[in-house]
């Protein structure tokens, strides 16, 4: 849904699907296109997400794009401007429930909000707060990646390290795409198997 028409009706687009398979991308490929038609816009990202860079939303491909930093979803809607026309939002995965209502009250509004993020977690499931969001979306567009065993299309964020929390901020080496067949949801336990021992304390 590529629309740049002025006037009182916002709307909500969603961008997800795995890790690397282009959502920041898209996200700043339709920011820009908003800029080309020289409309207001302003953008905001997790403090979570501090893997590239602490002020610019960037792409594995090294798109860059300028960003506000946001603790929470409340403070997305006091920071927006009254003239802002559209809002882009990353990593929607890493904000707390409210960050629905906030998209909801910004269209309402009549802004166009972009938002980009995982669908699924590393097991798997959906990633909240990303389901209701698409829920609520006028416009769903799932992008895929490749995957990084067979070649074919992924849908999947396969977790490379030992952990047990759902976010674990991480990018190539302790994350690849995989496909159906090839995604292991309990890969992360094998990998926490094969810790080292710590090392018993030296005699004194």
């Given amino acids: 849904?590529?629309?740049?028409?002025?006037?009182?009706?916002?709307?909500?687009?969603?961008?997800?699907?795995?890790?690397?398979?282009?959502?920041?991308?898209?996200?700043?490929?339709?920011?820009?296109?908003?800029?080309?038609?020289?409309?207001?816009?302003?953008?905001?990202?997790?403090?979570?997400?501090?893997?590239?860079?602490?002020?610019?939303?960037?792409?594995?491909?090294e798109m860059r794009y300028r960003a506000e930093i946001v603790r929470s979803s409340a403070e997305v809607l006091t920071r927006v401007q009254p003239r802002t026309e559209v809002v882009g939002i990353d990593e929607a995965q890493f904000f707390d429930s409210g960050i629905v209502e906030v998209i909801n009250q910004l269209a309402d509004m009549g802004k166009r909000v972009i938002v980009a993020g995982l669908d699924r977690d590393y097991l798997g499931r959906p990633f909240e707060p990303m389901p209701h969001i698409m829920a609520v979306a006028e416009d769903i567009t799932k992008t895929v990646a490749i995957c990084m065993q067979c070649g074919n299309p992924a849908y999947y964020t396969q977790r490379l390290i030992a952990s047990d929390e759902q976010i674990v901020v991480g990018g190539a080496g302790a994350y690849?795409?995989?496909?159906?067949?090839?995604?292991?949801?309990?890969?992360?336990?094998a990998a926490e198997a094969k810790l080292p021992d710590p090392k018993p304390p030296a005699d004194r």
């Fill in 1 to 61: 849904m590529q629309k740049f028409m002025r006037g009182p009706g916002g709307w909500i687009e969603v961008i997800c699907g795995s890790m690397f398979s282009g959502k920041s991308e898209e996200l700043i490929r339709r920011l820009k296109r908003a800029e080309i038609a020289r409309l207001r816009i302003q953008v905001f990202k997790p403090m979570i997400d501090n893997r590239f860079s602490e002020d610019h939303i960037v792409s594995h491909s």
């Fill in 176 to 189: 690849e795409a995989r496909c159906r067949r090839c995604f292991e949801p309990q890969l992360h336990k």
